[in-house]
């Protein structure tokens, strides 16, 4: 199991990995914006932008950085 990232730097993690209901075998990383900080956790159902509509998914992981050069909100 995982450390908590709020554990290592104090701060809430910013990115979020989540799966979505597509048939693709990899979670996407998605930015946690301000207002959700600290409420996002693994297992919570999120709504993301995928693409050009909005499909909801499962957080599987909390990351304080993006593992992508790239990211859209949550």
């Given at each position: 199991?995982?450390?908590d990232p709020t554990?290592?730097?104090?701060d809430p993690?910013?990115?979020a990995r989540v799966v979505?209901?597509?048939p693709v075998d990899q979670p996407f990383t998605y930015q946690i914006?301000?207002?959700l900080l600290g409420r996002v956790n693994v297992g919570?159902?999120?709504e993301v932008p995928f693409g050009k509509r909005?499909?909801?998914g499962v957080v599987v992981d909390l990351m304080e950085t993006s593992d992508v050069p790239r990211?859209?909100?949550i």
């Open positions: 199991m995982r450390p554990l290592l730097t104090g993690p910013r990115f979505l209901p597509i914006p301000e207002g919570c159902r999120v909005e499909l909801s990211t859209r909100a």
